[in-house]
């Protein structure tokens, strides 16, 4: 008998499995990118390709470009949301 964790925290786990595994090799996996997201520390997490299909992730790209334009020293792209919007977005596109 099992249990079923909160999409929340599936997404949490998921991402940052995906982003520890990209911290191991210089490359980012096929089909994902890097963001970083986070007021103070920013954290990385790489995500599906498939989530710029999503309104909700494209308006968080939108507030990146306004903040930081195309400038992003840190190689990935820099998103200007705390790490739970992320993670809540993540845990949304996941569950459709």
Do not use: W
Request: proline fraction near 6%; glycine fraction near 6%; aromatic fraction near 8%.
């Amino acid at each position: 008998m099992g249990f079923r964790l909160p999409s929340m925290v599936q997404a949490k786990h998921i991402l940052k499995l995906q982003s520890l595994l990209s911290k191991n090799r210089a490359e980012v996996p096929k089909g994902h990118f890097a963001v970083y997201v986070g007021e103070v520390d920013k954290k990385r997490y790489v995500v599906p390709i498939s989530y710029l299909n999503n309104p909700s992730f494209r308006s968080l790209l939108c507030q990146a470009e306004e903040e930081f334009g195309f400038n992003h020293p840190m190689g990935g792209l820099t998103i200007p949301c705390e790490e739970h919007a992320l993670l809540d977005l993540a845990s949304r596109l996941q569950a459709s």
